[in-house]
């Protein structure tokens, strides 16, 4: 469902995107507004999916995950199945927190993390290699996060 969003809505979008551990109370006051139509509107950007959830970013290195990847897939076979049983298949391991479909040479962008190099080696012998149609696997690692994700910039 697509709806108008308003210079309030994007203020309550970047709000809870920069800090969604404010309170409604809170949040009313930042945009100028009293609690129940604050709430209000914060319930129709969910019921309207531009809110898919709220969830802590947590730092990977402090969690022990000293390498970022970016491995690049080409599939043996363009078929739809066989993509299909590739994503079911890469969505079950853990240290792939991002894989995306691409255009291009290959077909498949993933975001790996691993605790150092040697881990990242088991990962890809044991894990990445095995996955289903793997044809091509390209490995480029992270030496320096200069902008990660931190949200998504407002519309308008």
Request: proline residues 4%.
């Amino acid at each position: 469902m697509q709806i108008e969003i308003d210079a309030t809505d994007r203020q309550l979008l970047k709000a809870l995107q920069d800090n969604a551990r404010l309170t409604t109370g809170e949040l009313a006051a930042l945009v100028g507004m009293s609690q129940s139509p604050c709430w209000r509107r914060v319930k129709r950007l969910e019921d309207a999916g531009l809110i898919v959830g709220y969830q802590a970013r947590l730092d990977r290195r402090a969690l022990g995950y000293g390498v970022m990847a970016f491995v690049t897939i080409s599939i043996d076979s363009q078929n739809e199945d066989h993509s299909l049983e590739f994503e079911r298949a890469v969505r079950d391991i853990p240290e792939v927190v991002m894989c995306h479909g691409v255009s291009g040479p290959e077909d498949f962008v993933l975001v790996v993390v691993s605790q150092d190099l040697d881990s990242y080696s088991q990962l890809m012998q044991t894990k990445l290699r095995p996955l289903p149609g793997v044809k091509m696997m390209r490995t480029s690692f992270s030496m320096q996060e200069v902008k990660g994700l931190d949200g998504m910039p407002m519309p308008g």
